[in-house]
């Protein structure tokens, strides 16, 4: 399974940007994709997690109300809509894969397959 992240780049605070996570190599519709992000000298952190057709989005506390994640089945992607940036937001953002649903745990278990990551960058 191959997962490709793009969509990063430079925005200000309070502005918007989305990322995209494009999956390829296996059945799509039977993964669960989580996002993370890790900033500099801080440790990786889950984002959000969006699992099969029958699984609701779950968000860390720290982007709830202001990101939302979708996924495009018939386009093997997910995106993560991040609105209302904050400098705090600066991060390289990861997508990841696995096969067990979100619910299970999704910010304290491990994802079987990662990204390369793309860096989004929130200025003051």
């Known amino acids: 399974v191959q997962l490709v992240e793009s969509g990063g780049g430079l925005v200000e605070a309070g502005g918007f940007q989305m990322v995209s996570c494009v999956v390829s190599g296996s059945t799509f519709d039977d993964y669960a994709i989580g996002w993370f992000r890790q900033a500099p000298r801080k440790e990786r952190e889950g984002v959000a997690c969006i699992g099969t057709n029958d699984d609701t989005a779950r968000y860390a506390d720290s982007v709830k109300g202001r990101f939302t994640v979708v996924r495009d089945n018939a386009k093997n992607t997910v995106y993560l809509k991040m609105h209302n940036l904050e400098p705090e937001d600066t991060a390289v953002y990861y997508c990841?894969?696995?096969?067990?649903?979100?619910?299970?745990?999704?910010?304290?278990?491990?994802?079987?397959?990662w990204g390369q990551g793309t860096q989004v960058a929130v200025s003051s």
């Open positions: 990841a894969a696995r096969t067990i649903p979100c619910y299970f745990n999704w910010l304290g278990s491990p994802f079987d397959y």
